[in-house]
């Protein structure tokens, strides 16, 4: 039986025509589109169709509309991407707590991964620059909120000597999205120095160049630390 034609939205046609024109190049990142009114008059539809295209394309992330100009083209990274999916992954957390120990076991394949590339890759200036932020990250002990910030800004400096631009992002939205369950829970007694000896164990074996020792180290930081959150929220 051939297959019916669906009956599209204006808006729709628009929308299409609108990112082929980016796709082709007509309008780079950091580059405004066309007024509302020249769309208007250039597709020869209503100001709803034009103003319903450009929503979804700013809810899509391809354009920013500032009030009073018009739309203006963004420039796509992997952050901008991730950060278009965030609020319906805590949504889909908060609404089904299953899915909050398969996002932990995402973070653990991909940040043993990412402690045995950055082993294999790191320079020593990177090295250094990781001993330092085992440094800064003690000093911000006495600011929970400084220390989390301190905590993500660590694992994510380890992804990204992977030289992959996707991964630095994924570690830090993987974090960012389970840290409202453990938050609360981070001052137990003795967290604080078990995370930053943990951490200076993973720097050790990369600054050792032994991706196995790094993943292993990586490895064993991350369990125990989702099975001390764990543990604290049964009680």
């Keep these: 039986m051939p297959e019916q034609i669906q009956r599209r939205k204006l808006y729709q046609e628009v929308l299409e025509r609108l990112m082929n024109r980016i796709h082709q190049g007509e309008?780079?990142?950091g580059s405004q589109l066309p007024s509302e009114r020249d769309l208007m008059e250039q597709y020869g539809v209503g100001r709803?169709?034009?103003?319903?295209a450009l929503q979804a394309m700013e809810r899509s992330g391809f354009v920013e509309i500032?009030?009073?100009?018009r739309a203006r083209v963004v420039d796509p990274t992997a952050e901008r991407l991730i950060a278009q999916i965030a609020a319906g992954a805590q949504h889909l957390l908060r609404t089904k707590p299953d899915m909050l120990q398969h996002l932990k076991e995402a973070r653990v394949f991909l940040e043993t991964s990412?402690?045995?590339m950055a082993a294999a890759r790191a320079t020593p200036e990177q090295i250094e620059r990781l001993r330092q932020t085992v440094t800064v990250h003690r000093a911000s002990m006495v600011d929970l909120g400084e220390f989390i910030e301190r905590d993500m800004a660590f694992h994510?400096?380890?992804?990204d000597i992977s030289g992959n631009p996707i991964f630095p992002s994924i570690v830090e939205s993987l974090f960012r999205w389970a840290s409202e369950f453990y938050t609360p829970m981070v001052r137990a007694p003795?967290?604080?120095?078990?995370?930053l000896a943990e951490h200076t164990r993973i720097v050790d074996a990369i600054a050792a160049g032994d991706g196995d020792a790094a993943a292993e180290a990586m490895r064993v930081h991350l369990v125990r630390a989702n099975e001390l959150y764990r543990r604290?929220?049964?009680?």
């Design 27 to 29: 309008f780079p990142a």
């Design 48 to 52: 709803p169709a034009v103003r319903e």
């Design 66 to 69: 500032a009030h009073g100009e």
């Design 114 to 116: 990412t402690a045995r």
């Design 156 to 159: 994510r400096e380890i992804a």
């Design 190 to 195: 003795g967290a604080e120095e078990l995370t």
């Design 232 to 235: 604290l929220g049964q009680q």
